[in-house]
């Protein structure tokens, strides 16, 4: 007698291995962050990953003072960056550690910083929450065709050049 019973089969797709791989490098990285860098405005992805490195930059330098381009990246802002929108309001989700200061400092350096690089713009530091929860967030718009080829990027990818 055959069997007849039909087998539920889980597909997974790369979209889907991608996204929790994401998950599993925000883990890893024990973030506890949840950065957005609004532009209210339009602009180039290039010039948007430029922006952002600026303002790691500077938050860098101004909380860790003379000498923080050669701190070690354990006592820099690190993390996963993906830009969304990237036609229409660009802005940066950020799943980032947290070497320094507390959320409140954060956010009043932050505001000063991106004000400076982005007058239009808006940043919100905030705690990470659900790990899982936000990199799935992060990590919406997976789907469209090269996201994470475009527009994903770490913090430390800029370090050695910052």
């Known amino acids: 007698m055959a069997y007849s019973c039909a ?16 998950q599993h490098m925000a883990v890893a990285l024990d973030v506890k962050l949840f950065l957005t860098l609004a532009t209210n405005q339009s602009m180039s992805l290039e010039r948007m990953k430029r922006k952002t490195r600026e303002f790691l ?7 860790l003072k003379h000498g923080w381009s050669k701190a070690p990246a354990s006592e ?3 993390g996963l960056l993906y830009v969304e929108h990237e036609h229409s309001n660009i802005h940066v989700h950020g799943l980032m550690t947290k070497p320094y200061c507390n959320y409140a400092g954060l956010q009043l350096w ?17 705690p990470v ?29 800029f370090m050695a050049a910052a």
Not at 7 to 22: C, E, G, I, S
Not at 57 to 63: C, G, K, T
Not at 129 to 157: I, L, N, P, W
């Open 76 to 78: 820099r802002l690190d």
């Open 129 to 157: 929450g659900d790990v899982r929860k936000r990199s799935e967030y992060c990590t919406k718009e997976a789907g469209k065709h090269g996201f994470f080829e475009r527009q994903f990027f770490m913090a430390s990818e």
């Open 7 to 22: 087998m539920q089969k889980h597909v997974y797709t790369d979209f889907n291995r991608l996204r929790l791989a994401h």
């Open 57 to 63: 930059a500077r938050m860098d330098a101004a909380v």
């Open 110 to 126: 932050a505001e000063e910083i991106w004000s400076e690089l982005c007058e239009s713009g808006s940043v919100v530091i905030k």
